[in-house]
């Protein structure tokens, strides 16, 4: 399986279709997402989903979920398991040869620091104040002292916490139906409502509002790649282990990334505000 990936990276022109493949792939992706729909190396629910225990396999002693899309949804899955078997595991592999893992955690703590927005506005619209207003107090201390966001010294020296929050978990948590499930390009385990949520939060990205969309977009899809592969890297056994010991590995993630959603709503009730 890994045979054509360690072909491509012997050569210098190997490294040039790689690095060009994902940038067209994201390209071409973001005008039917939305500006900020991460892949799942950014979406925390769809980590969650990765990484969740593969020897479970799914409906054991779990709930049942209809997936009236799979005709769609599983062939994207493959399709995105394809693109990371070729491409975006092989960047990430020699990006973590020139990069050491805390220079890596560095750049996912400043990727993770500029999005603040989204979290900050969806804290506010489930009414958590305490919470919204510790998401600005993390962005200006994190932002100065911890040198635009590379260190995380709000946590570390202030035990300010981060609430990650989104869209989608503001529609769940008023209980709103988000639909069925859709597997998404490049990554992303979705619902409808929570792919309704990414565009939402897409829209309350600044520049989107004060920069020309050309340059928008191609900022963006710029760090999208980036993310993508910082946090990669920081997994480089991700899928590997999961396949090993799943009978059904779309089953697996679907299962996981809908119990997750699940979780973190029951979170947000239960959190004293």
Same mark, same amino acid.
Not at 111 to 125: D, E, M, S, W
Not at 165 to 188: A, E, S
């Given at each position: 399986m890994r045979s054509g990936a360690r072909q491509i990276l012997r050569t210098d022109r190997g490294w040039t279709a790689l690095v060009s493949s994902m940038v067209v792939l994201v390209w071409f992706a973001n005008p039917a997402m939305s500006a900020d729909v991460a892949p799942l190396s950014m979406n925390p629910a769809a980590q969650s989903a990765a990484n969740a225990n593969p020897q479970t396999p799914p409906g054991e002693n779990n709930q049942v979920y209809g997936d009236p899309l799979s005709g769609f949804n599983e062939p994207m899955f493959t399709f995105n398991l394809k693109v990371d078997e070729w491409v975006l595991r092989p960047v990430a592999k020699g990006y973590s040869v020139i990069a050491p893992q805390p220079v890596r955690e560095s750049v996912g703590r400043f990727?993770?620091?500029?999005?603040?927005?989204?979290?900050?506005?969806?804290?506010?619209?489930?009414l958590k104040l305490a919470e919204a207003g510790g998401e600005v107090a993390r962005f200006g201390i994190n932002t100065t002292l911890g040198v635009v966001g590379f260190f995380d010294p709000a946590d570390n020296w202030f035990g300010l916490k981060e609430h #990650?929050?989104?869209? /989608?978990? +503001?529609?769940?948590?008023?209980?709103?139906?988000?639909?069925?499930?859709?597997?998404?390009?490049?990554?992303? #385990?979705?619902?409808? /409502?929570? +792919?309704?949520g990414l565009v939402a939060d897409g829209a309350m990205?600044?520049?989107?509002?004060?920069?020309?969309w050309w340059i928008t977009l191609s900022a963006d899809t710029g760090q999208r790649v980036m993310e993508a592969v910082n946090y990669r890297s920081l997994h480089m056994n991700q899928f590997e282990e999961a396949d090993r010991y799943a009978v059904d590995l779309y089953g697996a993630v679907q299962d996981a990334y809908l119990q997750t959603r699940t979780h973190e709503v029951k979170k947000l009730h239960e959190e004293q505000w």
């Open positions: 990727f993770n620091n500029v999005r603040v927005i989204p979290r900050f506005a969806n804290n506010l619209f489930q #990650p929050n989104d869209f /989608g978990l +503001t529609i769940r948590y008023y209980n709103i139906p988000t639909g069925p499930y859709v597997m998404l390009p490049f990554f992303v #385990p979705s619902t409808v /409502g929570d +792919t309704v990205n600044p520049m989107s509002y004060l920069l020309p």
